[in-house]
């Protein structure tokens, strides 16, 4: 017999109850932090969390992935036009 959470109705022990989301939200804070700070780096580590994510089916993935590229994309672009010259 399953055991459920009498608060949200989650089956205890079924995959993904909990804490599932952290990709998500660990993608959105790289990318996040890649638009001012070391793009080269969090913005492929913000992509390759969304992808994950994303192959996992959790929810907001795909716009966790978009606003990687976008958040990597303007941190290269904000960077060259700062040091650039």
Do not use: D
């Amino acid at each position: 017999m399953k055991a459920f959470c009498p608060e949200c109705g989650t089956t205890y022990g079924e995959p993904g109850g909990g804490s599932s989301a952290s990709l998500v939200w660990a993608a959105f804070a790289c990318a996040a932090v890649s638009v001012l700070f070391f793009p080269i780096v969090l913005g492929p580590a913000a992509i390759a969390l969304s992808a994950v994510a994303l192959h996992r089916k959790e929810p907001h993935a795909a716009l966790a992935l978009c606003l990687s590229i976008v958040g990597m994309t303007a941190g290269f672009i904000l960077g060259a036009l700062a040091y650039g010259g």
